[in-house]
């Protein structure tokens, strides 16, 4: 057996910044050449503290969904997946056993050479009919003076591209440093010209600051005042959201340092986890706000409280997938990063085979299953909010500063919202959903969320009610 991962940043407020990691997961998923395909978030669930104990299989792939190497890829993946490594990772990636299972960690997706031909496919989209006669090439980074190796990437695609006369002239601008994205009129001299931005996905840069920095007006704008005559600028959307990353990411884990095509076992803890939750399934389970019924060889998800109504009344949903977007927000379309929230909304139903139910489980509770079972076999650990506190940096490194008043402060206000049970801050939680009692789900460390509001609970800008963080 062979698990994949792919890690992307998420967030608690913006639904949508997870949505590139799902597709790229549905994509391979859709090749059979992993058992399993699993993403995980900084920001989202399953947690990168939690992603691990999610997987089925002893041998494990970690890629990090992200553009370039930086201070999550090197800092935060690394220290919350418990990899021991700080720092820039060799070109092979790392290698490490952790409970049993070995865990591949490799340089992000956007690193890699091959997205120079993604780049490249990009730029054609946005001028079919491009050749090296007179069109020149800008690769527009973001760029930053806080780590070196964020503009390293758009260089070395520059140099490969116009290594490969597919362009009169290849150019990288930045947004954020030197040689700037404005300065385009001065170096360009083709008077035809295709921008492709190296970014992860679409946002305000994208559709904002890039278009307002160089002047366009939509996907093609013709300048006529330009110094060396009238210039055609094709602006391409962003190499992030190419259907060939998926190409790039099996490139990598294929190239992952010790990587096996024999592959690992079946995990016997996951299994044994999943094995008794079936057997729950099978006799009909409530779980948090969920109901489980068996009807023959499938099974049907609900609210726990639209019990008795009738199906046709509800939105039935037949995928695993449909089952994670229609509960990833709740009844008044808020984003829920925190799925075990009591604001699991109403109105639907989910139909699953045997085969789909693990899936659908897990996208409506992710890793709740295993962390349930741990605790009911009394072989969960907990990680006390002292210790998470201290393994904070960057901003978050002032929570561990945060007095006690001010954690129960933020516990008032966030966990009171949640069904799990806080094992971290020594509460007791003597039985499980494993023994029938549908809320009681531990928690074994305080979530990222809980993290960001302890952040502005120290400094002092927390309202009542929540504070929304991206």
């Known amino acids: 057996m062979r ?137 527009l980074g973001h760029g930053t003076t806080r780590n070196e190796n964020s503009n390293r990437v758009i260089y070395q695609n520059a140099d490969r591209l116009r290594e490969s006369g597919h362009f009169a002239e290849v150019h990288a601008l930045f947004l954020d440093e030197d040689p700037r994205v404005g300065t385009w009129p001065e170096v360009v001299r083709s008077p035809r010209v295709v921008v492709v931005p190296f970014f992860a996905s679409e946002g305000w840069h994208t559709l904002e600051t890039i278009p307002e920095d160089m002047g366009l007006t939509g996907e093609v704008t013709v300048f006529e005042d330009h110094p060396s005559g009238s210039q055609t600028v094709y602006y391409a959307r962003p190499v992030g959201t190419h259907a060939l990353v998926a190409e790039v990411v099996l490139h990598l884990a294929e190239e992952a340092r010790g990587a096996s095509e024999r592959g690992g076992d079946e995990d016997r803890t996951h299994a044994e986890a999943w094995h008794a939750f079936m057997a729950l399934a099978q006799e009909g389970v409530r779980l948090g706000e969920a109901l489980i019924t068996p009807h023959g060889s499938l099974y049907e998800i609900r609210h726990a409280l639209d019990e008795g109504r009738p199906s046709d009344a509800l939105t039935t949903v037949v995928t695993p997938e449909g089952l994670r977007d229609l509960t990833r927000q709740d009844e008044g379309g808020r984003h829920r990063p925190v799925h075990t929230f009591r604001n699991l909304p109403r109105g639907w139903r989910a139909v699953l085979s045997v085969t789909d139910l693990p899936q659908g489980v897990h996208n409506l509770y992710p890793a709740v299953v295993e962390e349930g079972y741990a605790h009911h076999c009394h072989s969960l650990r907990a990680t006390p909010w002292p210790t998470t506190a201290r393994r904070q940096t960057g901003i978050y490194a002032k929570v561990s500063r945060a007095t006690p008043e001010q954690v129960e402060a933020v516990a008032k206000d966030v966990c009171s919202r949640c069904l799990k049970t806080r094992l971290w801050a020594g509460e007791k939680l003597p039985r499980t959903f494993f023994t029938r009692v549908p809320g009681a789900i531990p928690c074994p460390e305080a979530c990222t969320y809980f993290i960001a509001e302890a952040r502005e609970e120290v400094s002092g800008k927390r309202s009542q009610g929540g504070h929304d963080h991206g």
Do not use: C
């Not at 792919?6 to 998923?29: K, M, T």
């Not at 021991?84 to 591949?104: F, S």
């Open 3 to 139: 698990s994949l991962v792919l890690i992307g940043h998420g967030s608690h407020l913006n639904g949508e910044s997870a949505g590139a990691v799902y597709r790229y997961a549905e994509l391979i998923r859709e090749r059979g050449l992993y058992d399993e395909v699993v993403e995980g978030y900084w920001k989202e669930e399953p947690s990168l503290r939690q992603v691990l104990k999610t997987t089925r299989s002893t041998d494990v792939t970690v890629i990090p969904m992200f553009i370039s190497e930086g201070y999550f890829t090197e800092t935060v993946i690394p220290r919350e997946l418990g990899l021991g490594h700080q720092g820039p990772v060799p070109g092979e990636g790392i290698a490490r056993v952790l409970g049993g299972r070995t865990v591949r960690y490799t340089l992000p997706y956007g690193v890699h050479p091959s997205m120079s031909e993604v780049i490249l496919a990009r730029a054609h989209e946005a001028l079919p009919d491009l050749n090296p006669g007179d069109t020149a090439l800008i690769v």
